[in-house]
């Protein structure tokens, strides 16, 4: 059932001064912050926080609260062995097929042997509602907003001479929801508070804690599969615990057997606290799984004695030492005061700067909130979700999306958010040894295009156009090494390497000639593109796709580096160097001038469906840059102008995230700034999250923060980029705290479009090269050093 079912019965229906200066945070106080002056009306108009592993998405109505919660581990299913031992044996014919331009057939042999299981769901935890038995209609004064630079919600309103005021928010330091109500009057605070879930669950009471207990099916189908009961197996299955307690109040607290209840009070701090029995991707949750019991028992525990004032001030500090990083101001109007329902709805595009600075601090708080130490990564949906069938079960999608989720991270000055998806590499390569050697006979480890909670990486089921993706291992070690080249820390690259080799001795083995001496992926799929092949036919199987020798020349450049800068073993490294030399390189088409998607000059049977993935080395990687390889970079740019990517799907998801990157890349400002004026206008719900075909995709939202990033500052191809792409609609602003690869922090300030000062500070010693516009100024710099240029340099 859609949450917003569950809830509609309870609805009623200039310039800078001195550019010079360091930032105040006065100037740009309404880039941190977004209101509304309604309540939501249904879940995409709710406003999402996050600790990390518990998201909950606040509805802020008069009458009754609504916080729906989720917990980043609370999943279907559990630990299954998908492996088909032996299924190798069909490659050759396949491989064969390929080559004598038998696609089709090798299509209907892919699909008949070579995929496998679809992947489980992210599910909903619990709904805690609070019924406050208040008229909707008598309220005035109504404010809903977040506050970017606290991560804290706060909702106020007037009802009878009474100034009520909520305040919620995730701690990570407390691993808890937080929840403080007020009330200016004595007395004037009454509530009756529920737990629910869409799973089974039952509620009881005890020590004036309400408790929820439930357990998540065994399996649920994909939402593309149509509409599925969920199906439960007695003794399999996670379970789950919640509490929700109150932890100060001057009110009477009272608890029965499904409620809990406060009367004649003026303020109450209500907490609420939950776990699950997941106990690591391999371990069943049911038979082996932790105590969620005792996990919730601790966490409450770990909350008595604690004011309100403590909690939040710990939460405060805790996450302002990420978010604090980043300091971005482009500019202010008059719809800076707009509430942002209104701002997303008139929004024009030669208005409100300062929503796209807005725009990337919200991402930055998206990642903060769904990525931190110990958790589960950022999903498709970050960590939020409200339906039992959410949208691509809500999984790791790795031809792409979880990809750029991670996009502005280190960019963003948040490496340590990092760290989620890096765990999930390592995690994934258990069962990616297996897959490589049953699905192709090879060494080392790799993943196709779908990770879930359970780490399986054999193709799933419905068709080989997407399922048989070679690469989606590969391109997750391109993570690895941005990490590195942002921290440069030896001592985490030490750790990941056996990861980046074997992932390395994968194609070492895997990859086949192509008949001109080249080695090629086959069987291979051009990011679920079909092409017309010879015959005239729409298919899509090929060996080859550029996009996939893209990912594997990035890995293998990688992996060779790292042995260098590690000191390893030089003779392991020769079979990878013998690889590396022989792969099928970029192609530009003598007929059109584009760069080739595939290895063969084919046509794209649907070109302007927003899915140019050969983009991949402008955007992902540093094979195609501006000034390194101009030539690949105007075919790539040709193959963008014609394909239009950012005309297709409303820019909402991955496409749009391309496309304003490719743009970014290739120093264009204005159109870096077309594509995110069409984000703004089409693809956004009234609270910001991005949306796509219906549903909440969070890669839309980070991969148009990365965009903002990128169009003030660079840093691959081995040089700092200054103002790259800045579009003219920002023709004063500054931005403090990105990164840069190299270990580098910089500062950039502009006016009337022309950078008046920049200040790199950097961690190590070594040489850096500064572009600004046209020119480079190298310089050689200590470690903890800073530094500062202005336009006077590069004159």
Wanted: glycine share 6%.
């Amino acid at each position: 059932m859609l949450r917003s079912l569950l809830f509609l019965p309870f609805l009623c229906c200039s310039l800078l001064k001195n550019i010079a200066k360091p930032p105040n945070q006065s100037h740009h106080k309404n880039t941190l912050n977004y209101y509304f002056n309604t309540p939501a009306s249904n879940w995409n108009e709710a406003i999402p926080i996050g600790n990390g592993r518990m998201g909950s998405m606040i509805f802020g109505t008069v009458n009754q609260e609504l916080i729906q919660t989720n917990d980043d581990t609370f999943w279907s299913g559990e630990p299954r062995n998908l492996q088909k031992p032996g299924t190798y044996q069909y490659l050759e014919e396949i491989r064969k097929q390929i080559k004598h331009g038998n696609t089709s057939e090798a299509q209907k042999l892919i699909n008949s042997h070579m995929l496998g299981a679809w992947n489980q769901s992210y599910m909903p935890l619990a709904d805690i509602l609070l019924r406050m038995n208040q008229d909707e209609t008598q309220a005035t004064a109504y404010k809903r907003s977040l506050d970017l630079s606290t991560g804290i919600v706060t909702i106020a309103y007037k009802q009878k001479e009474v100034n009520y005021k909520r305040e919620i928010f995730a701690s990570f330091p407390q691993q808890a929801i937080i929840i403080r109500l007020t009330a200016d009057k004595k007395k004037a605070l009454n509530l009756i508070a529920s737990l629910q879930s869409l799973v089974k669950y039952q509620t009881h009471s005890a020590n004036q804690q309400l408790i929820i207990n439930g357990q998540a099916p065994i399996h649920i189908e994909p939402n593309y599969q149509g509409i599925h009961p969920p199906i439960y197996q007695d003794g399999h299955g996670m379970r789950f615990e919640g509490r929700l307690f109150i932890t100060e109040t001057d009110g009477q607290i009272l608890a029965d057997s499904n409620q809990l209840k406060l009367q004649n009070a003026s303020f109450a701090t209500l907490v609420f606290v939950d776990a699950t029995s997941y106990n690591g991707f391999d371990k069943d949750p049911f038979s082996a799984g932790k105590d969620e019991k005792k996990q919730c028992e601790a966490y409450s525990k770990g909350l008595l004695g604690k004011s309100y004032q403590a909690i939040r001030q710990a939460h405060i500090k805790d996450y302002q030492a990420l978010f604090g990083r980043v300091n971005l101001h482009l500019g202010t109007s008059t719809e800076d005061n707009f509430p942002l329902d209104q701002r997303i709805k008139n929004y024009n595009k030669d208005k409100d700067p300062a929503l796209t600075a807005l725009y990337f601090q919200f991402g930055r708080y998206l990642l903060i909130s769904s990525s931190r130490k110990g958790s589960q990564p950022a999903n498709l949906q970050g960590i939020w979700s409200n339906l039992l069938q959410p949208a691509w079960s809500a999984n790791w999608t790795i031809n792409c999306n979880a990809q750029i989720n991670y996009w502005p991270v280190e960019l963003a000055n948040l490496s340590e958010c990092h760290l989620p998806l890096l765990n999930l590499i390592r995690e994934t390569t258990v069962d990616g040894q297996k897959t490589a050697k049953n699905l192709y006979n090879s060494r080392g480890w790799m993943a196709h295009h779908n990770i879930d909670l359970w780490r399986t990486t054999w193709p799933v089921g419905g068709n080989g156009l997407w399922a048989i993706y070679q690469v989606g291992g590969a391109w997750l070690c391109q993570h690895i090494w941005e990490h590195y080249l942002f921290t440069q820390d030896k001592q985490f690259l030490a750790e990941y390497f056996p990861i980046l080799y074997e992932a390395s001795l994968f194609y070492v083995d895997n990859l086949q000639e192509d008949g001109q001496g080249y080695l090629v992926t086959n069987p291979s799929e051009s990011f679920e593109n079909h092409y017309f092949n010879a015959k005239k036919e729409k298919v899509w199987a090929c060996e080859g796709a550029v996009q996939d020798m893209q990912i594997i020349r990035s890995l293998l450049k990688n992996t060779l580096q790292a042995f260098d800068i590690l000191g390893k073993d030089q003779t392991q490294k020769q079979e990878i160097a013998r690889v590396l030399a022989r792969l099928a390189p970029m192609k530009i088409s003598p007929r059109t001038g584009q760069l080739q998607e595939w290895n063969d000059d084919w046509d794209a049977a649907e070109p302007f469906n927003g899915q140019v993935p050969h983009g991949w080395g402008l955007v992902a990687s540093d094979l195609i840059t501006l000034h390194q390889t101009p030539d690949l970079a105007k075919a790539i740019r040709q193959t963008i102008t014609y394909r239009k990517p950012a005309y297709a799907m409303n820019t909402g998801s991955w496409s749009g995230a391309f496309a304003a990157n490719f743009w970014a890349r290739l120093a264009e400002g204005d159109s870096v700034q077309m594509v995110l004026d069409r984000h703004f206008s089409k693809a956004l719900y009234t609270n910001l999250t991005c949306q796509f075909t219906g549903f909440w995709q969070i890669d839309g939202n980070l991969g148009m923060t990365a965009a903002i990033g990128e169009m003030l500052m660079q840093s691959q191809g081995g040089e700092i980029a200054l103002l790259p792409a800045l579009p003219s609609k920002y023709p004063t602003g500054y931005v403090t705290g990105l990164k840069a690869r190299g270990g580098y922090t910089v500062d950039v300030f502009w006016e009337n479009t022309k950078l008046t000062k920049v200040v790199i500070k950097s961690r190590l010693a070594g040489k850096v090269s500064i572009r600004y516009k046209d020119k480079v100024k190298q310089l050689t710099v200590k470690p903890l050093s800073s530094f500062t240029l202005t336009d006077a340099d590069f004159l």
